[in-house]
């Protein structure tokens, strides 16, 4: 099984400012990394998949990039909308989610 | 516009079978490429892949908890169903079902949470 390690486990933001989230996979699984995000009481949201595609009607803010094993998602210019908790998610061989990086105003 | 939704029982005790059925429109699962799986999420902890199925009916299962998973569709009905034995209080979370397609999950349920309690 592979296993998908996010970092931080939270981070604090000021609005405006850019987030750095990170995903290491524990062993290759190409580009074939989602990013999703999560609100509370809400259904997650994909954001970004092919490791830097942004799904559809994602703001360009966001982006994706990495391959192999180490991959990041940067929010350029944090939004309050964007206050939340942001999952990466493998579909190389099956499918694993990290544990999550809350992103939380500082 | 694509949509699903879970329904099943809110509480269920220690060792019996759960049963969850997402009701699905917008799409057919029929529909080559086309799948639905199932997600799960405990109380404040991270998401967790459980099963899909595709539209040939092949399945796949999380190899942790493949032993108790079953996953069916009734193509007709525009339904997929999820039944997991033996349950478990860890078992407690809120269950998710999403259209995938090319391996994503792009279109996901509300969620219902399965509270597993004597």
């Known amino acids: 099984e592979i296993v998908m390690t996010q970092s931080p486990a939270t981070l604090s933001v000021s609005p405006g400012e850019r987030a750095t989230l990170s995903c290491r996979a524990s062993?290759?699984?190409?580009?074939?990394l989602a990013w999703y995000q999560q609100k509370p009481g809400q259904a997650p949201r994909l954001l970004i998949y092919?490791?830097?595609t942004r799904a559809t009607g994602i703001p360009a803010r966001f982006s994706g990039s990495g391959s192999g094993t180490e991959f990041t998602l940067t929010i350029s210019s944090l939004q309050s909308e964007d206050f939340a908790v942001y999952y990466c998610?493998?579909?190389?061989?099956?499918?694993?989610f990290g544990q999550g990086t809350k992103v939380e105003i500082k | 516009q694509i949509t699903l939704k879970e329904s099943g029982p809110t509480l269920v005790k220690p060792s019996q079978t759960l049963t969850l059925t997402c009701t699905f429109s917008?799409?057919?699962?029929?529909?080559?490429?086309?799948?639905v799986g199932w997600i799960r999420q405990p109380p404040g902890k991270a998401l967790e892949w459980l099963a899909l199925?595709?539209?040939?009916?092949?399945?796949r299962y999380s190899p942790s908890l493949k032993s108790r998973l079953t996953i069916t569709k009734d193509t007709s009905k525009n339904q997929v169903v999820l039944t997991m034995t033996n349950v478990d209080p860890v078992d407690t979370a809120t269950y998710y079902c999403?259209?995938?397609?090319?391996?994503?999950?792009?279109?996901w349920g509300q969620g219902t949470l399965v509270t597993v309690s004597s």
């Open positions: 092919g490791a830097s």
């Open positions: 199925i595709y539209w040939d009916d092949d399945d």
């Open positions: 998610q493998q579909y190389n061989n099956l499918w694993t």
């Open positions: 062993q290759s699984v190409s580009s074939n």
């Open positions: 917008g799409f057919s699962l029929s529909t080559s490429g086309v799948g």
């Open positions: 999403a259209h995938s397609y090319r391996s994503l999950f792009d279109y």
